[in-house]
């Protein structure tokens, strides 16, 4: 992967992540298991996803806000990837992307291109 996070990054995005998985209103066992295979990709260990439960979503949002410029393309694609990971794309998984992507100051990125980024940024 060519994209590094300190703890505090892998905690805000594994925060972040769970925005995304919830927005539907459900939790799906391929949500989970696509985010837990890029969590591991990028370094995110056990240890990062319980500081995730102790951070706030403005704290998230902030860490996310103050990443580089790769930091933030991987974590845009990641959600715009986690939105299909269940097989469908609901509106509210849709409009989850797009408030967290303003509020992250996340680059634009449609779905359709979020899998050839991500894909891109882990080789």
């Known amino acids: 992967m060519k994209v590094s996070f300190t703890e505090e990054q892998k905690a805000a995005i594994v925060r972040i992540s769970f925005f995304m ?3 539907d209103g459900k939790i799906a066992d391929s949500e989970m298991d696509f985010s837990l295979s890029m969590w591991s990709l990028a370094g995110i260990t056990e240890s990062d996803s319980d500081r995730a439960q102790t ?3 403005r704290d ?3 860490i996310v806000a103050a990443m580089n ?3 933030k393309e991987f974590v845009c694609a990641l959600l715009g990837c986690l939105i299909v990971s269940d097989g469908e794309i609901a509106d ?3 409009r989850t992307w797009i408030v967290l992507s303003e509020l992250c100051d996340l680059p634009p990125m449609e779905i359709n291109e979020a899998k050839k980024r991500l894909k891109d940024i882990l080789e």
């Open 69 to 71: 410029a790769e930091q």
């Open 60 to 62: 998230a949002c902030n």
């Open 55 to 57: 951070m706030t979503g």
């Open 21 to 23: 998985i919830s927005a």
């Open 92 to 94: 509210s998984e849709v």
